[in-house]
């Protein structure tokens, strides 16, 4: 292998253990109150921020924490998720996050200060 292309590679891994080094966030300071129905919604991208929660982003503005039921996010590494219902309307209790061939309802839902985020360096 050239070492040229090692350099990237390096850099990939450190960003990954830098990533993984962080301390724990209280996403509770970000919270601005809890949602029962997202309607429109359109997932941009999420973050997997515990074993029953979860970031999603809706756009680069709209932020939520959700939390379902029971353990859903034990293998952090996947790259998708979906929603039962679709994304035209999400709905705490009823529908469910689908996270590899997992089905976990939606407990709760609370929206987040994106720009509170913003400065604690916890969203682009």
């Not at 990237?8 to 830098?18: D, K, Q, S």
Request: aromatic content about 8%; some cysteine; charged content about 20%.
């Amino acid at each position: 292998m050239h070492k040229w292309l090692l350099l990237p590679v390096l850099l990939l891994n450190a960003c990954t253990t830098m990533q993984d080094d962080r301390p724990p966030v209280n996403w509770q300071r970000f919270t601005t109150g809890e949602v029962k129905v997202l309607r429109a919604f359109s997932l941009s991208r999420f973050e997997v921020v515990g074993d029953k929660e979860v970031v999603v982003w809706d756009g680069v503005s709209k932020a939520y924490l959700m939390r379902t039921m029971q353990s859903c996010f034990i293998d952090k590494s996947l790259s998708s998720l979906a929603f039962s219902g679709g994304m035209s309307s999400i709905q705490v209790r009823v529908d469910a996050i689908l996270y590899g061939n997992q089905r976990c309802q939606i407990e709760r839902i609370q929206s987040l200060n994106v720009a509170n985020m913003r400065q604690e360096h916890l969203a682009n």
